[in-house]
């Protein structure tokens, strides 16, 4: 599956990566579409068999804080219709635990059988953690992990980090504080900017051979940045970012973190819709960790678990990768998503399409489904870059439909942009800066 990796109208934003036997699941907080607040009252869990992860199946609600209408709330006291964020879901001893942030509870685990749920409420947290140090007992944001020699950790923190112990014969009780703030405690080696590393939220914990992986959200821009110690109390040393979905598209806070899906490292992150930071939709880009344990940064890409797009196929144009201009992608219904808010000089962008051998042909055709919106224009079709070679254009009207053109062939790899522009001039010129000229639904080359 493309980027975004789930059905297009499903939100799993915070999406926390865990492979149980030989399937991938990816627990997160749960959005709704054109919300103007952050996640639900449920939590939903997605898996994919290792050797087909394009085949994501749902679980359904695996854990709820108040009544939905096919079951009653997990929670039975009262006073807990609070939403849910972020929860991380670990195994030991043949049980799946799950964790999760309240807003403005104490936080709860809950238990199951099956990595896929659904979860019963086990416990709130119960903690000799100062409030202080683990904001009121909140322990936002927690990612849990067991050691090899069997000792369970809670990572939490909202603008400063902590980690304690966890009881392991109970997985709730919280204590033998280990009073880590990553702002202090997260070195600073190779030259990065001192704001880079400050610790914001996002708190998710990994071993790779005997290195432990902190990855987080930073205070600086919209990335998840990582950090790693030889051992799982720190001191950790920054060492980077992973990926920053707001580079050349509306970004926002990020959380996720990395997984490997037979031999092939992922990062798992979200990127922002309905122009907000809410409304988020969960992604994935191929990584690599050099010898080093280094990770090199990535782009975003329109890819998800896919090696190259084909351009011969029908493209969603929700799975663009790059919108400059101040275009977004929205949702209508559950069926349709499209970009709007394209106005002169847009740009969006697709990464990555295999054309194949040109067998000598000249040209192709391109298609694109619009809604047009009584504006004339023109689209600018460039492979590699936003300024790179322009193969062809194509003349928008006023009217809703296809829109074709012929365009070069190109074989091989690229990128496609789609650049914008309008040619009125004077006062109309000015007006027609902020005005939309069209929303792209689809596009599709053909030969």
């Excluded at 902190?214 to 950090?227: E, F, V």
Aim: charged share 25%.
């Amino acid at each position: 599956m493309p980027n975004p990796y789930l059905p297009a109208w499903e939100y799993i934003p915070d999406g926390e990566p865990r492979v149980f036997g030989d399937r991938i699941y990816v627990y997160g907080s749960h959005d709704t579409a054109g919300s103007d607040n952050f996640c639900d009252y449920v939590l939903k869990c997605w898996s994919a068999p290792l050797d087909d992860p394009n085949n994501w199946i749902c679980h359904g609600d695996i854990f709820r804080v108040r009544d939905t209408r096919d079951h009653p709330s997990d929670i039975a006291d009262s006073g807990t219709e609070k939403r849910l964020f972020a929860p991380d879901v670990i195994e030991k001893d043949g049980k799946y635990y799950l964790y999760a942030y309240i807003v403005n509870r104490k936080g709860c685990v809950g238990v199951s059988d099956r990595p896929e749920g659904p979860f019963k409420h086990l416990s709130d947290y119960k903690y000799t953690v100062s409030d202080e140090i683990c904001c009121n007992g909140w322990f936002i944001d927690p990612s849990v992990f067991v050691d090899d020699d069997g000792k369970v950790y809670i990572y939490c923190g909202f603008e400063r980090s902590f980690l304690a112990e966890v009881n392991g014969e109970n997985m709730y009780e919280v204590s033998n504080a280990v009073e880590h703030f990553i702002p202090c405690e997260i070195t600073n080696e190779g030259g990065f900017d001192e704001e880079d590393k400050l610790f914001y939220e996002a708190a998710s914990m990994r071993k790779i051979g005997n290195t432990y992986y902190m990855i987080y959200s930073p205070k600086r821009g919209s990335r998840l940045a990582y950090a790693t110690a030889d051992s799982p109390v720190g001191p950790f040393t920054y060492r980077g970012y992973i990926v920053d979905n707001g580079v050349d598209y509306p970004g926002g806070n990020n959380h996720g973190s990395i997984a490997c899906i037979k031999g092939q490292w992922y990062v798992f992150y979200h990127r922002m819709t309905n122009n907000t930071i809410m409304s988020r939709r969960g992604c994935v880009e191929r990584i690599e960790i050099l010898p080093d344990g280094s990770i090199p940064t990535v782009e975003m890409t329109s890819l998800g678990f896919e090696e190259s797009l084909s351009p011969y196929r029908i493209t969603a144009a929700d799975l663009a990768c790059v919108l400059k201009g101040g275009a977004f992608i929205t949702e209508r219904n559950v069926f349709e998503r499209v970009v709007t808010n394209i106005t002169d000089g847009t740009v969006i962008g697709y990464k990555y399409f295999d054309f194949g051998d040109d067998f000598g042909s000249k040209t192709m055709d391109f298609n694109m489904k619009i809604n047009g919106f009584g504006c004339d224009c023109r689209v600018h079709i460039l492979i590699d870059r936003e300024d790179g070679e322009e193969i062809g254009f194509a003349d928008v009207g006023r009217d809703c439909g296809v829109i074709s053109a012929a365009v070069k062939v190109v074989s091989g790899r690229h990128s496609v942009f789609f650049k914008i522009t309008t040619e009125y001039s004077g006062w109309t010129g000015e007006y027609f800066k902020n005005r939309c000229l069209f929303e792209l639904k689809e596009f599709v080359f053909t030969k």
